[in-house]
């Protein structure tokens, strides 16, 4: 059984519809990048994985709980749905070591002392030894980013989502942020990415998908996606980026 | 502290002509203490009930009740748009009327004294505008924020309190202080309906004793020093809360 299923999705803003009908499999253990142009509904399609935004018809299982729900437990499906962003988003407040530590200490409640070895650890993984009492806001944009990464990963996630996480990062910092994602791919973390990093995607991914205006215009492993694509919508999108 | 400064003043009474007769007739004097303390506790409680009710109206307004929002908006209306001395009258007088009469044992009290109606009206008057400066830092807190506590698993009260209010809060600060510094210096029109405070006392002070202009350069001293501390300690408040690494 695949860990996310998502099947025949649609999704509206308003008269708007960004999803027509979106079908995918994620195993665990598999990485599954999201390309395509801009306003293709890559955003929304993982923001509706861990229920931020609401779909209109279809399923999305997550370890076979039903995301398409009312009665949605989302607490329980966010526990196993971490999320990055592309702005970052941490808690300007807190340092990193308190960014990481927050939700575990404050939403599941475990104990301060474990939490915060674990935290250590995380931010030691994502090479920031030394920057446990920075607050965000004296971090570069790329050690914002792997801070959040690291306090996505303190909740313990089955399956970890990026959106367009190196979209906001100068060249030189996209490295160390890729970098992290790709060590975090190699243990086994089943990861969705959106990104516009073609290389990034074609080394590290076990599939790719291409969406176009709300749908998969098709999909395979990256050798056979970049470099023998059956569309003509995909050849072109391909042929603009390299 | 009085017999300290008594005989200087006696002095410089007897010398000059300058009356500050609070300085070193005891009567006086502890009038004039009774006067601070009362505009202080004034200054303390309108505070303390304006930030109560700009905290709760913020969060009311973020409510999906149309009703709820109606009315807080309201109430701001009426008590941003209308000048607190008006307030003041018309709580005392207006209200007060309405209000029971106690026995004290032979004489009969409002239940609800001159000291609580000013309580009242001025942190009813500070509040409208504490409930549109805090909901103004909970909008300018960046939504995409309090989603990223919301996919941590924060319910939406934990992302209210641990994220979206300090936040919040931060932003409002600057604004806030210009309100409170402003109640402060509006508790002096509890004279209107005779509580002690210290305008009260020092007119009461100057009627008696003819000596209009060293008390009224008492009163501005008064309140030049309560307003400076109160602004300081908010500054300090402000400094110590700014988030690293943004503004200054």
Known sequence: ?242 | MFELIAPIFQRLFEETGWNFIIFYDRYEYDRFVTGISISLQLILWSTLLSLVIGVLGAWVQTARSALLRGIVDGYIQLFRNTPPLIQLLFFYFGLGAFTPQVDMGGYYEPMISAFTWAVLSLGIFGGAFNVEIFRSGIEAVPKATAEAAESLCFSSWQTYAYVTLPLAFRISLPALTNNLVSLAKTTSLAYVISVPEMTYTLNQVWSDNINVPEMMLVLFLFYVVVVSLIAAGLHALEKRLALPGYGR
């Open chain 1, 1 to 242: 059984m695949p860990l996310v299923s998502v099947r025949d999705v649609h999704k509206s803003f308003g008269k708007l519809e960004v999803l027509r009908g979106v079908s995918m499999d994620v195993k665990k253990g598999e990485v599954v990048c999201i390309i395509g142009p801009s306003g293709s509904g890559k955003s929304t399609l993982i923001r509706c994985i861990n229920g931020l935004n609401d779909i209109q018809r279809g399923s999305i299982l997550v370890e076979g709980q039903e995301v398409n729900d009312p009665k949605l437990d989302k607490l329980a499906l966010r526990k196993k749905v971490g999320i990055v962003f592309q702005q970052y988003n941490l808690f300007p407040h807190k340092t990193a070591l308190e960014n990481v530590m927050m939700a575990p200490v404050k939403v599941l409640k475990e104990p301060k002392r474990e939490v915060e070895a674990r935290a250590r650890a995380l931010i030691a993984k994502v090479r920031l030894s030394g920057k446990e009492d920075v607050y965000p806001g004296h971090l570069s944009g790329g050690q914002q980013q792997r801070v959040a990464i690291a306090r996505s990963l303190a909740m313990r996630p089955d399956v970890m989502l990026f959106d367009e996480v190196t979209a906001a990062l100068d060249p030189e910092t996209v490295k160390e942020v890729l970098l992290t994602i790709k060590e975090l791919a190699a243990e086994g973390m089943t990861c969705i990415l959106v990104t516009h990093e073609m290389g990034f995607a074609r080394e590290v991914a076990d599939h790719v998908y291409f969406t176009d205006r709300g749908v998969i215009v098709e999909h395979g492993p990256p050798e056979e996606l970049f470099t023998e694509a059956r569309d003509e919508r995909t050849r072109r999108f391909l042929s603009q980026i390299f």
